[in-house]
């Protein structure tokens, strides 16, 4: 079945550093998959980040950005300087029409911790 | 500002008891889910329902059913609850299933 693999956190990053949380997915439909970041930040429910629906194309949000890789099977999270407001639960997924119906399968999530 | 709405918050019950878990969204969408978040974080999906409609139903025990009154409403019902039910109980929805989903803050279960 479909699978999502992501970097274990936590993760820990001074404030202005750079970031990347890397994911890697497994997908059994033969079209490419839809791919997703969502984020849960403390106190609050899990939302959707950013999302690239298109083999090759990047999508970005609040700084952040990913680049959807067919050919790695890749979809790493990416932000050049990072603020402390950014801590967070980082959920990777995919959405993936199978035989049972368009389903969307999450990652583990990785908790950001940023240092002041 | 929310707009899926989960109740409880959290409940706390023994091995065998029944369970209710409520979910509406005022979002006006036509899909609703309800996810297992377990000790390990990893979040499964269990049902889906389009207008009302079941239509991913994944493997769960038969101890699970959902139940849906009208679009806005999909709630969860566990008979006779086991240790193992013991996690996090996220209520999603979307406007169509191909859409971003919204998620509501969850129902924390716990099993003694």
């Known amino acids: 079945g479909d699978s999502v693999t992501q970097t274990e956190g936590p993760v820990t990053v001074s404030e202005s550093e750079s970031l990347i949380i890397n994911c890697t997915y497994s997908?059994?439909?033969?079209?490419?998959?839809?791919l997703f970041w969502y984020v849960r930040y403390p106190g609050e429910g899990l939302q959707l980040l950013l999302k690239?629906?298109?083999?090759?194309q990047k999508g970005s949000s609040r700084g952040f950005e990913a680049t959807y890789n067919k050919e790695t099977t890749s979809f790493h999270l990416q932000k050049a300087s990072v603020q402390e407001s950014d801590s967070a639960v980082y959920y990777c997924?995919?959405?993936?029409?199978?035989?049972?119906?368009?389903?969307?399968?999450f990652g583990s999530g990785t908790r950001l911790l940023v240092s002041p | 500002e929310t707009a899926v709405f989960q109740t409880p918050n959290y409940h706390v019950t023994q091995v065998g008891n029944e369970v209710s878990f409520n979910c509406k969204q005022t979002l006006g969408h036509d899909t609703m889910y309800w996810y297992k978040q377990d000790s390990k974080k990893l979040l499964k999906i269990m049902f889906s329902y389009n207008n009302k409609q079941l239509i991913v139903n994944e493997t769960v025990p038969r101890r699970f059913s959902p139940q849906s009154s009208d679009k806005a409403h999909l709630n969860l019902r566990i008979k006779s609850v086991e240790p193992e039910d013991s996690a996090v109980y996220l209520c999603?929805?979307?406007?169509?299933?191909?859409?971003?989903?919204?998620f509501g803050p969850g129902t924390r279960l716990t099993v003694l």
């Open positions: 997924a995919l959405g993936d029409l199978g035989t049972g119906g368009y389903k969307v399968v």
């Open positions: 690239v629906i298109t083999a090759g």
């Open positions: 999603a929805s979307s406007r169509t299933v191909y859409a971003e989903q919204f």
């Open positions: 997908a059994t439909s033969i079209a490419y998959p839809n």
